[in-house]
């Protein structure tokens, strides 16, 4: 599904990654462990196209991600959760959810996708209509979550 070859990548001057390869098929689920400034981020950021690579490829189902600009990233079936949630806070949670199902392809399925996620968050529904950035650090994350979890992701 989701295969990187030789990835290097940092910020400016610094590396971060170097070398990395790694394959993670469908239905597989993989852990990246390490200490502070490992490089766990930056290969997060990599994979959904916030940073590019210095070096290497990726492909996600055949698909060039690296080729591919970073806003069209999420119609590949990559969804990504950030460490600091970035939800729109002055927005409600109705609101945020409804930018996760923002692609062509996950709106056809809007209703689905939002029962999926209120089973998984059954919090959502009761905070629907709540500035999510009132909302507890917990509720937020929840929020994060689901709202990747409206575009259909594969990964």
Do not use: W
Not at 111 to 138: N, Y
Not at 142 to 151: K, N, T, Y
Request: net charge positive.
């Amino acid at each position: 599904m989701l295969e990187l070859r030789s990835i290097d990548a940092g910020y400016g001057s610094f590396q971060a990654l170097f070398d990395v390869s790694l394959d993670v098929r469908a239905g597989e689920a993989i852990g990246v462990i390490g200490p502070n400034g490992a490089g766990k981020t930056t290969l997060m950021r990599v994979i959904s196209g916030l940073i590019r690579p210095t070096s290497g490829t990726i492909t996600m189902q055949g698909s060039d991600v690296v080729a591919t600009p970073a806003h069209r990233i999420v119609s590949l079936g990559i969804a990504h959760v950030p460490e600091n949630r970035r939800l729109f806070p002055r927005l409600t949670v109705a609101d945020n959810l409804k930018m996760g199902a923002y692609m062509p392809g996950a709106r056809a399925h809007y209703a689905e996708r939002l029962d999926f996620v209120f089973e998984l968050f059954p919090r959502l529904k009761e905070r629907l209509q709540q500035m999510a950035g009132t909302m507890s650090g917990g509720e937020q994350q929840m929020c994060a979550i689901g709202r990747a979890l409206m575009s259909n992701p594969k990964l």
